[in-house]
């Protein structure tokens, strides 16, 4: 069946009323923008023609009988339920190795089901019946790996250019993810934009794959360090918060938003953070001081 966007986002509300009415207790659903419901209820009163942004919502599930709880963030591409939802669990209690194969089987899931329906209360259902498995075996492995006297840590910086970063909701994306992640670097904001997050592998990787989604094209990944250590990972960071990190523009552009970011300035900030080797990665060429 071939329904316009605003039948499809119908639905969607349709849906995530019947989850706020399931999900009553406060941090059960936690909505990505608090303005998303007046926003969408506006579009479908024809009272702003602007097309809302995409509904995107967390759901706390409690797996009673470990005590423990999965948290699924589901993103809701226009077209669905034509199409399919862009769903990602995880869960404090989950080893990375888990977290991957729980996701891996619940999209093996989610995709053998019939097309066309609303299928978020059915992801929520199957994760309360099958991730006891997976957090057994999690804490399984972590048992096993407690008896080890060595603990590995596995830490990334990653380098990601954008070619431009401006609008606000994005920027709130940004923090937020970084924020959730414990990761510290900073967020250029400007054209062009510059993100640099480091902390946990595993946390930069989610980072990394939440926020190219759901159709950020102009972005990309330009490198990546790597460090092993043991215990705690502190010592290897560059930065010690995540900061919002704004230059002096070229020229006098007045309220528009296609302004330059100083790009001299940015070196002498990646120097007093001992990353000045970074700039000949993201720009193709020789970072040269102010003064010289």
């Not at 910086?157 to 959730?180: G, N, P, T, V």
């Not at 302004?259 to 193709?284: A, P, R, T, V």
């Amino acid at each position: 069946m071939t329904r316009t966007v605003k039948e499809n986002i119908e639905l969607q509300m349709s849906e995530l009323e019947m989850l706020f009415s399931m999900f009553p207790n406060k941090g059960e659903i936690t909505l990505q923008d608090d303005n998303t419901i007046l926003n969408v209820q506006q579009y479908l009163n024809n009272a702003s023609e602007a097309l809302p942004h995409k509904i995107e919502y967390m759901v706390a599930v409690t797996i009673d009988e470990l005590k423990e709880r999965v948290n699924l963030q589901v993103t809701l591409p226009y077209d669905y339920p034509n199409a399919a939802p862009q769903l990602f669990a995880r869960s404090d209690a989950l080893d990375r190795q888990q977290q991957l194969q729980l996701n891996k089987d619940l999209a093996s899931y989610i995709a053998s089901l019939e097309s066309d329906e609303l299928c978020i209360w059915t992801a929520v259902q199957w994760l309360q019946e099958n991730s006891s498995l997976y957090l057994e075996n999690s804490k399984f492995s972590s048992a096993r790996e407690s008896k080890e006297k060595v603990v590995k840590t596995f830490f990334n910086r990653m380098w990601i250019y954008s070619h431009h970063i401006y609008r606000q909701e994005l920027r709130k994306k940004i923090f937020d993810c970084a924020k959730k992640l414990n990761l510290t670097g900073f967020c250029l904001t400007g054209k062009p934009g510059i993100i640099c997050v480091e902390g946990i592998k595993e946390n930069c990787e989610e980072f990394w794959h939440v926020i190219r989604y759901p159709n950020w094209k102009h972005i990309s990944c330009k490198h990546v360090e790597s460090a092993e250590t043991e215990g705690n990972e502190d010592h290897l960071r560059c930065f010690h918060s995540f900061e919002d990190l704004q230059f002096q523009a070229h020229g006098d552009y007045g309220l528009r938003n296609d302004y330059h970011m100083d790009l001299g300035q940015f070196l002498e900030f990646l120097k007093e953070h001992q990353s000045e080797h970074i700039f000949q990665i993201l720009f193709g060429i020789e970072g040269k001081s102010s003064d010289n």
